[in-house]
């Protein structure tokens, strides 16, 4: 690792967590499978590092999940992607002006929906940027969060350290096991039922009389080791 990875990683950091982002971490994508990657070799090319930045859910929101996703949740989801948007764009602005390319992933689009494909896949980033590791619930799971956060991209050239990926952390912690009202979460992370999780979103978004397909009650189940502050309200598995 040179200086000048080293500096530009800092710097990039910085400008991150200031702008918003909870989390931070760089990833070395080459060799990212075409499962986690659906762009082009050309659209790719030369862009092998990546900056994956996360955004703490609101826990209070979350807390309030009981059966399915509510409208406040739902309003909420739909504005933090809008803010990884814009803050996956200030670092693209930085990284530009300083000679470098940028590409950003957009937060939340999908190619195909019932297949979870996408044009890069932000969790496994994350994962091999060291942020959090793929959980039961097939959902990107920090040590801070658990799986309470939101997750976006942006593919660069320019010289970074890369962080270490994280090994899988869920250990004895079944909590979104019992709480999936399709029973899609097994032991095993690569047993999920991806399928039913699909089905079983779709009727909780139309009972919800919402427009995205979300559910949160296994993101609420997965809290991670952080507490909110002064409200006596525990959020520790």
């Keep these: 690792m040179s200086g000048e990875e080293k500096d ?19 990833a070395d994508i080459t060799g990212l499978p075409e499962r986690q990657c659906s ?11 990546a900056v994956s930045l996360a955004f703490h859910l609101s826990d209070r929101i979350l ?23 814009e803050l996956a764009l200030r670092v693209t602005n930085y990284i530009q002006d300083r000679g470098w390319e940028a590409l950003p992933i957009p937060a939340s689009q999908l190619i195909d929906w019932e297949k979870q494909w996408a044009h890069i896949s932000h969790k496994h980033v994350a994962q091999r940027a060291g942020i959090g590791w793929i959980g039961r619930n097939n959902l990107l799971v920090s040590r801070e969060f658990g799986s309470r956060q939101r997750l976006i991209t942006v593919l660069t050239n320019m010289p970074l350290k890369v962080d270490s990926p994280s090994a899988f952390g869920c250990g004895e912690c079944y909590a979104c096991l019992s709480s999936c009202p399709a029973k899609s979460i097994q032991e095993k992370p690569e047993d999920f039922d991806h399928e039913g999780c699909y089905h079983q979103i779709k009727a909780l978004v139309k009972a919800a009389g919402i427009s995205q397909n979300i559910c949160g009650i296994c993101v609420k189940a997965c809290r991670g080791k952080k507490t909110v502050a002064g409200s006596g309200l525990q959020v520790s598995n």
Excluded at 39 to 49: E, H
């Design 8 to 26: 530009h990683y800092e710097q990039l950091k910085t400008i991150a967590l200031q702008n918003g982002a909870s989390l931070f971490g760089v």
């Design 39 to 49: 762009l082009s070799s050309m659209t790719r090319q030369g862009l092998d590092r």
């Design 63 to 85: 807390e309030d999940i009981v059966d399915g996703p509510t409208k406040l949740y739902f309003f909420h989801y739909q504005r933090v992607n809008i803010l990884l948007d």
